[in-house]
């Protein structure tokens, strides 16, 4: 991988994070692959994410999840160098909203943070949820 720009979008130390896998042959590999053939053939939305017959919700809202991540992760990944402590000093949903951290650990009151630290910081945490075994468990 010898293009500069490459080497930035996939450094995992920067925002990158590689995509969670499901272990090929168990249940949620089997549903990952009907997610992504649904998706990928131009169908009604409603239809796509619609529960198969026979399959339990909460391994088919678990797929998205991570689906969704995935795909959110890859999208800041591509932007992320285009916004800087220097520019992007605010988390902001425009002018009127601007968005503070808040977690159990170093910031007890929602603090305000630059975007990029923000996202780091959310992009984190929702990993952690993700690999919860508690909340996502990888063994059905």
């Known amino acids: 991988m010898s293009n500069p720009f490459l080497k930035q ?27 992504q053939a649904s998706l990928n053939a131009g169908l009604d939305l409603k239809l796509a994410v619609q529960l198969p017959p026979g399959e339990d919700l909460n391994d088919w809202v678990a797929v998205h999840v991570v689906d969704f991540f995935n795909r959110v992760n890859l999208i800041y990944g591509t932007i992320s160098d285009g916004c800087t402590e220097e520019s992007c000093p605010v988390m902001s949903g425009g002018p009127k909203y601007e968005y503070r951290w808040q977690d159990e650990h170093r910031f007890r009151k929602p603090t305000a943070l630059s975007a990029p630290r923000y996202m780091d910081l959310l992009m984190d945490w929702i990993e952690v949820q993700i690999n919860n075994e508690d909340l996502f468990p990888t063994n059905v």
């Open 9 to 35: 979008v996939f450094n995992k130390d920067k925002t990158f994070r590689p995509k969670r896998k499901f272990e090929p042959g168990t249940q949620r590999f089997e549903l990952h692959k009907k997610a």
